[in-house]
């Protein structure tokens, strides 16, 4: 099956800095979601990007299918923004809705 | 707009004993999905129904897990009985069910199982 990594597996940042997360993927695939998952545990829909690039206040994502990879870049991070990052993608070999998750990216915001 | 409704949200209990989730998805979302997200892991499918029917449980243990959607709205996830590696976050999600490619799922705030 499909294999989804993403990097770094954690980051600590100051409150103002700006960041990249990258999922790389190992298969062709027609669906790619970012998701926030904070520290309550709620999954949040930040984007919906199968390629191109999309903005969305200080967040955006640029999706390069052709190349297996995406990014996620924050601006300006605030304290709000620390929880865990998601890549989850599907796949034309798999099932219909099944997304495949990586691991995460655990984002640590300090004042 | 309402969210992806879960029940209830932490639940504790002993191995062997049996527990059921209870998940209400978004109005008129037809596909209604359960993942398993162990601690540290991002999150498993276990099961996919569309409207009241089963798509796709393959990743389901179904020597102790077993899932309903009797009426194309809710559903409902019981473990039978309870194992330690059963602790993990239990989430429910819903989409609208169009294509595949282009199918946005959204996701309820989980339920935190601890088998002692």
């Known amino acids: 099956g499909i294999q989804v990594e993403q990097s770094p597996p954690d980051l600590i940042l100051q409150e103002g800095a700006n960041s990249t997360l990258r999922c790389n993927f190992s298969d062709s695939v027609n669906n790619l979601q970012w998701f926030h998952q904070n520290p309550w545990g709620q999954l949040i829909n930040l984007f919906y990007i199968p390629s191109g690039t999309k903005q969305n206040g200080r967040l955006s994502a640029t999706t390069v299918a052709t190349e297996r990879y995406s990014l996620l870049y924050i601006s300006s991070s605030q304290t709000t923004d620390s929880g865990v990052y998601f890549c989850a993608v599907r796949y034309y070999g798999g099932s219909q809705g099944n997304l495949i998750f990586g691991k995460g990216t655990k984002l640590s915001v300090k004042p | 707009e309402a969210g992806v409704a879960q029940s209830p949200r932490y639940k504790i209990i002993e191995k062997r004993q049996s527990v059921a989730f209870w998940c209400n998805p978004i109005?008129?979302?037809?596909?209604l999905y359960w993942y398993q997200q162990i601690l540290g892991q991002g999150p498993k499918l276990l099961i996919q129904f569309q409207n009241n029917g089963v798509v796709d449980d393959s990743q389901l243990p179904k020597d102790r897990f077993s899932a309903e959607r009797l009426k194309g709205v809710d559903s409902t996830l019981k473990i039978q009985p309870a194992k330690l590696e059963d602790s993990a976050v239990y989430l429910c999600?819903?989409?609208?069910?169009?294509?595949?490619?282009?199918?946005?799922?959204?996701f309820g705030p989980g339920t935190r199982l601890t088998v002692l």
């Open positions: 999600a819903s989409s609208l069910g169009g294509s595949p490619s282009t199918d946005t799922q959204y």
């Open positions: 109005s008129g979302h037809a596909t």
